[in-house]
C-alpha cells in the first residue's frame, strides 16, 4: 500500500497531540498525581509512535517509543513527576515537532541526545519499536440470546456470576432472569429452575460471542440470533413490540392479529389473555429500546463526524463565492434597468441562494478560538519560568469561533502582548506580595461576539502602564517635545510607535522596541482597532477583530463621482449634515447630535476632491476607540454586499484603503478603512496642534 498520500494527514494530527501533550504537561505541573492527564499524555504518545511506524516516519516512531517508555512508568507508579521530566518532555516534543517539519534539518546527534536524557530515567533501555498495525475496528452487532442452562448446572460446581461478568465486559449488555416453573411440592434447593434473556451490543463475532459460554453448553440451551448489525440499513427505529414476540417464538402471527384489532397496548392485551408470559413481554420492550439506543448512539456519532479539508479548497470555495456574488449583484442590476418582472423575481431568488451559499461558506471557515488560546499556555509557562515569575493562564469564552485565516492572523500579535504583560506588566512575587496581591499573576484571555465583530481581550493583574515613563521616555527620543500636553489616551498610544520602548536594557524577552507597533500593524491589516485600558490593578488590550475578511456588508457612499464602501459594522447611523446641524460647531470640524459631541472628517478634503459639493451633505457616524467619529461623504446610496478585492503592491502603503469592489454596472469602489482614516487625520491633529502651540510659545519669548 502506498502511505506517502496519508504523510500530510498524520503530520496533522501528530502536530495536534503534540500540542494535547504539551498543555497536559503544562497542566500536570499543578496536579502531578493526576491520573486522568497522565493517561491522556501516554495515549497521546503511543499514538504518535504507533501511526508513525505505521506511515513510514520510523525515526519519529523509534523516538517517540523511549517518550511513551517513560510515561508508562509514570503511569504505573513506578517514576514520580517532577519539573525535569516536564522539561525534558517538552523538550522531546519540540524536537518531534522539528522531525515532523523536516527530518533531514534534525541531527541524529540532537536525537540521541535527547533520548540518553529519557534513559536517565528509564531502569533499562527500552525494546526497539514494536510497528504496529492498527486494525480497523470491528462493526458493533447486536445479539439476541437465550440462556437456559442445565438443572444441575450448581451441581456440577458452575458459578454463572462470572459468565455474566464477561458478557458485560464484552460490550453493552442487558440481561434478565426469566423465572421458571418451579415445582413446589418437591423444589430442590441445589437445582437451577431459571433461565435468561440477553441483549449484547459487542464487537465479537458469533463464535466469540458463543465461546462465552463453552464451559456451560454442556445440558444447556443456548440460542444466539443477530438482531442488528453496525453499517447496515436503518432508520433509527425498530420492529414493533408484535413483530419482536412473534420472532422469538412467543406468540403466533394470528394471534397477534387478534391483539391489535383491540384497541389497547398489544402488551398488556396480550398479558391479559394469557396469550405471553409478563417478562416475555418486558423482555421484548427491553430489546426494543436497547437496539433503539444502539442506533441512536450510531446516528449521532455520524453526525459529530468531520472530515478535514485543506485550507487552501476553502479559500477557493470563498473565491467562487465571491465571483457569485458579483454576478448576482451584475443580474439584480440588469433586471432593475430593463424593468422585467421575471426577470427580477428570478434575480431575488437567486439573490437568496446566493446569501445562503455565502453564509454556509463563511460557516466552514470558522473555528473555535479554543486552539488558539490554548496554543499559548506553554509560552506562559516557559516565560514565566524564565523571568523568575509565577504566572497562571485563564481563558472564556474559547467556543467563540471566528475565520480560520484571521485565527492564523492572530497568533503573533496575541504573543507579543502576551510577553509585554508578563514581562512589563505582572510584577515580581516579592513586589506582589507587598501590595498585597497574590503572589501568582494572572493572564486573562477571553473572546466575545459583538456584532460582526469578535473582541479578544489579554488583561493581565499587574501595575498598569506607567504613563509618567512612557512621556518621559518619549521626550528623551524626541518623539515628544519638551512641555507638551498629551491625555492619558494620547501617552498609551504612544507604545505602539515603532521601536518604542521603556524597557532600561535588551533582553532575550523585551528592549528592542519590536512588538506593539507589530500589533497594531497586522491588527489594523485585518480591519480591526486595538483599544487599552490601564489602571494600577492592570492593563487591557481590547483587539476587536472582523469574524470574517473575505465577504462583508458595507454602505455604499459617492464623493463626487467616486464610489466607496465603509464597512456596516462600524456604522452607528447616518444623518444629514444640514445647516442647522453644521451651526451647532461654529465654524469647527464638530457638531452636536442630540447632545452628543462628534467631531468629523470630510473625505471629501482628505481625498482633495475638486468637484463641487452637494447641497446637503450626509455623515456616517463610526466608533474608534471607544469614541465617536463622523466620516462625511455627498451622498450614501444604501447597503451593499462586498466583496473584498485586493488592489496590488500600487496601494500597499495607503494604508486608508483595505481593498475594492466589483459593483453590480461593473465600476470598481474602493472599501475604505475607518479605523485607519480616523488615526491618521488624530495624528495629523495632534501635530498640528503641537506646531502651533510652539510657535505661539516661541512668539510669547
Not at 472628517?601 to 475638486?610: A, S
Request: charged fraction near 30%; charge should be negative.
Amino acid at each position: 500500500m502506498d502511505t506517502s498520500k496519508f504523510a500530510d494527514t498524520y503530520r496533522d494530527e501528530a502536530v495536534e497531540l503534540l500540542e494535547k501533550i504539551e498543555r497536559s504537561l503544562v497542566a500536570l505541573e499543578s496536579a502531578p498525581t493526576d491520573a486522568e492527564i497522565i493517561n491522556g499524555i501516554f495515549r497521546s504518545l503511543h499514538t504518535i509512535k504507533g501511526s508513525g511506524a505505521m506511515f513510514g516516519f520510523t525515526r519519529i516512531s523509534g523516538f517517540a517509543h523511549e517518550f511513551e517508555a517513560l510515561f508508562d512508568l509514570v503511569r504505573k507508579g513506578t517514576l514520580a513527576v517532577s519539573k525535569e521530566i516536564i522539561d525534558i518532555t517538552l523538550a522531546a516534543s519540540d524536537h518531534i515537532r522539528a522531525l515532523l517539519a523536516d527530518e533531514t534539518s534534525v541531527t541524529e546527534d540532537a536525537t540521541a541526545r535527547l533520548t540518553s536524557q529519557i534513559a536517565k530515567f528509564l531502569p533499562m533501555k527500552a525494546a526497539a519499536p514494536v510497528i504496529e498495525k492498527k486494525a480497523p475496528a470491528a462493526a458493533l452487532r447486536t445479539y439476541r440470546i437465550r440462556f437456559k442452562p442445565a438443572q444441575d448446572i450448581f451441581l456440577r460446581g458452575v458459578n454463572l456470576i462470572p459468565l455474566f461478568n464477561e458478557l458485560r465486559a464484552a460490550g453493552s449488555a442487558f440481561i434478565s432472569a426469566v423465572p421458571g416453573s418451579v415445582p413446589l411440592d418437591e423444589i430442590d434447593p441445589e437445582k437451577c429452575y431459571t433461565s435468561w434473556n440477553i441483549i449484547l451490543t459487542t464487537s465479537k463475532d458469533e463464535n466469540a460471542v458463543r465461546d462465552i459460554f463453552i464451559f456451560v453448553e454442556n445440558g444447556s440451551e443456548i440460542k444466539i440470533e443477530c438482531i442488528d448489525e453496525e453499517g447496515s440499513f436503518d432508520d433509527g427505529d425498530y420492529k414493533r413490540i408484535g413483530d419482536i414476540l412473534i420472532e422469538r417464538g412467543d406468540i403466533t402471527r394470528e394471534e397477534l392479529a387478534d391483539l391489535l384489532a383491540e384497541h389497547k397496548k398489544l402488551g398488556e392485551r396480550a398479558v391479559e389473555e394469557g396469550i405471553a408470559e409478563a417478562h416475555q413481554v418486558e423482555a421484548a420492550a427491553a430489546e426494543q429500546a436497547h437496539v433503539r439506543k444502539m442506533r441512536e448512539e450510531r446516528r449521532s456519532e455520524m453526525a459529530r463526524a468531520t472530515i478535514r479539508v485543506r485550507s487552501e479548497k476553502l479559500d477557493h470555495l470563498m473565491n467562487l463565492v465571491g465571483e457569485l456574488v458579483t454576478l448576482q449583484a451584475q443580474l439584480g442590476q440588469t433586471a432593475l434597468s430593463r424593468d422585467d418582472l421575471d426577470l427580477i423575481s428570478m434575480a431575488e431568488s437567486f439573490e437568496r441562494v446566493i446569501v445562503d451559499l455565502r453564509d454556509t461558506s463563511m460557516v466552514m471557515r470558522m473555528v473555535p478560538i479554543d486552539e488558539l488560546f490554548k496554543g499559548f499556555i506553554r509560552p506562559v509557562r516557559d516565560l514565566s519560568h524564565e523571568l523568575g515569575k509565577e504566572v497562571e493562564l485563564a481563558m472564556f469564552g474559547t467556543e467563540t469561533e471566528l475565520d480560520k485565516t484571521v485565527i492564523e492572523s492572530l497568533k503573533d500579535p496575541l504573543m507579543h502582548i502576551i510577553r509585554n504583560s508578563i514581562d512589563h506588566g505582572i510584577e515580581p512575587q516579592e513586589l506582589r506580595t507587598a501590595l498585597g496581591k497574590a503572589p501568582k499573576g494572572t493572564i486573562t484571555l477571553s473572546a466575545e461576539h459583538q456584532g460582526a465583530h469578535v473582541v479578544i481581550t489579554v488583561a493581565d493583574d499587574g501595575a498598569g502602564l506607567n504613563r509618567q515613563r512612557i512621556l518621559t521616555k518619549a521626550i528623551e527620543r524626541g518623539i515628544v517635545k519638551e512641555g507638551a500636553e498629551l491625555s492619558g489616551r494620547e501617552i498609551q498610544e504612544l507604545i505602539f510607535l515603532p521601536g518604542f520602548s521603556t524597557a532600561e536594557k535588551t533582553t532575550n524577552v523585551s528592549g528592542r522596541g519590536v512588538g506593539m507597533d507589530v500589533v497594531k500593524r497586522n491588527v489594523e491589516k485585518l480591519r480591526g482597532s486595538v483599544e487599552i485600558e490601564s489602571s494600577t490593578s492592570g492593563t487591557k488590550m481590547l483587539l476587536r477583530i472582523p469574524l470574517t475578511l473575505a465577504i462583508v456588508d458595507g454602505l455604499l457612499a459617492r464623493i463626487g463621482t467616486d464610489f466607496y464602501v465603509l464597512n456596516l459594522s462600524n456604522a452607528d447611523e447616518c444623518v444629514d449634515l444640514t445647516e442647522e446641524i453644521l451651526s451647532t460647531g461654529n465654524g469647527s470640524d464638530v457638531i452636536n447630535i442630540r447632545g452628543d459631541i462628534i467631531p468629523y472628517i470630510r473625505l471629501r478634503d482628505m481625498f482633495k476632491v475638486e468637484s463641487e459639493r452637494t447641497a446637503v451633505e450626509r455623515m456616517v457616524i463610526t466608533h474608534h476607540n471607544g469614541e465617536r467619529v463622523g466620516l462625511v461623504v455627498d451622498d450614501v446610496l444604501g447597503q451593499h454586499q462586498t466583496v473584498i478585492k485586493s488592489l496590488g503592491r500600487a496601494f500597499k502603503g495607503v494604508g486608508e484603503v483595505s481593498g475594492a469592489t466589483i459593483l453590480g454596472d461593473g465600476s470598481i469602489a474602493l472599501i475604505l478603512d475607518a479605523n485607519a482614516i480616523i488615526s491618521r487625520q488624530m495624528r495629523f491633529r495632534a501635530e498640528t496642534m503641537r506646531s502651533d502651540k510652539g510657535e505661539r510659545t516661541a512668539e510669547s519669548r
